[in-house]
């Protein structure tokens, strides 16, 4: 059985942990996009599919990137909830997850351990790197204890 570094969960407890109505939901919206090309559309489709799609990636941008990981810019509480809220809708976990992920992610940025570095590895190792998502360090700025 594999086990996590930090905290010696199994696997298999990891994939229990999510639920099966998410699960469902992620399969479903992967599944929907071939029933396109069985039904007539129009282009009011193509541009609210364009229109919902730079919404999403605006929010994960510039909140949960910029906003939530990094801190760049101030914004009312009101604007805080809205990019929360537009970026939960792209799936990938909530603000403070996501945040708390990234900033561990780049724990060692300009230094001889970054990921990224194209000077260590080759450009491909950099883009292709997959952040370790079994590690929940939390960020303490976060919430984390």
Not at 38 to 66: E, K, N, P
Not at 107 to 124: A, W
Request: net charge positive; proline share 3%.
């Amino acid at each position: 059985m594999l086990t996590f570094k930090n905290n010696g969960m199994r696997l298999a407890s990891r994939i229990e942990a999510y639920s099966l109505k998410v699960i469902l939901i992620v399969v479903l919206i992967h599944i929907f996009p071939f029933f396109a090309f069985t039904t007539l559309f129009t282009w009011v489709d193509i541009y609210l599919f364009i229109a919902s799609y730079s919404v999403r990636v605006f929010a994960l941008t510039a909140g949960y990137h910029r906003y939530f990981s990094h801190k760049s810019f101030q914004t009312s509480r009101i604007f805080q909830f809205l990019l929360a809220y537009l970026g939960a809708l792209a799936l990938q976990g909530g603000p403070l997850w996501w945040a708390s992920h990234h900033r561990y992610h780049h724990r060692n940025s300009d230094t001889n351990l970054d990921v990224h570095s194209p000077i260590k590895k080759h450009l491909i190792d950099c883009l292709l790197y997959t952040s370790d998502a079994a590690d929940d360090t939390p960020c303490v700025d976060l919430g984390g204890r």
